[in-house]
């Protein structure tokens, strides 16, 4: 799965579009790395979004493209 349609997808960014411009402008790093929007996760996978001051790190467990709301948090843990 494309890393920001799980942004998305996990509802841990609101729109898609908000997680491409992340990714773009250097936000978003997979397993230390910068990653692009179209950069493919997989289970296992260590995120980490910068928010400005705040950083989110979280570990990809499940990889789901119709998650509800209900499952959205059950496809990381915050690290």
Not at 3 to 13: A, E, G, N, P, T
Not at 38 to 43: A, C
Request: proline share 1%; charged share 30%.
């Amino acid at each position: 799965m494309r890393i920001d349609k799980f942004l998305k997808v996990s509802r841990i960014l609101k729109r898609r579009s908000v997680a491409n411009m992340a990714c773009d402008n250097d936000r978003v790093m997979v397993n230390g790395k910068v990653a692009k929007p179209s950069h493919s996760l997989k289970v296992g996978d260590v995120v980490e979004v910068d928010f400005g001051q705040n950083k989110l790190k979280f570990r990809v467990l499940s990889l789901n493209d119709k998650a509800t709301k209900e499952q959205a948090g059950l496809l990381y843990e915050i690290l």
